[in-house]
């Protein structure tokens, strides 16, 4: 069993950034594909980035250029930087891991207004 804990989230004002941590449990996090999602509203959760146990990452065309997913095996921990906000990022991030079944975090709120 794996347990993901979001943190990060928050009200930011458009253009402004965040920074949104998951730290998992598990001592073959190193092997885990990590991704980062997002619901809003009224919508679908979505893939916002994915990074795989080689580093490699992937991202949505809405957020390229703009997010940025990293990983820290150490700390057993994924991060998502959310640079040059919009409000249309606003919506529930959801931290997720692959390894053998999926796991999902409880979400973090992210709300970009002015």
């Known amino acids: 069993q794996v347990q993901l804990v979001e943190s990060g989230g928050g009200l930011v004002q458009p253009g402004g950034s965040l920074r949104l941590s998951c730290a998992a449990s598990g001592s073959l996090f190193s092997l885990y594909a990590m991704g980062w999602y997002r619901q809003a509203p009224g919508k679908q959760r979505e893939l916002v980035a994915n990074?795989?146990?080689?580093?490699?990452?992937n991202y949505a065309d809405s957020v390229k250029g703009r997010f940025t997913i990293s990983r820290d095996n150490a700390r057993r921990t994924v991060y998502l930087h959310l640079n040059s906000l919009k409000p249309e990022d606003t919506a529930v991030y959801y931290c997720?891991?692959?390894?053998?079944?999926?796991?999902w975090g409880q979400g973090t709120q992210v709300t970009v207004s002015s």
């Open positions: 990074i795989i146990s080689g580093g490699s990452t």
């Open positions: 997720n891991a692959r390894y053998i079944k999926i796991y």
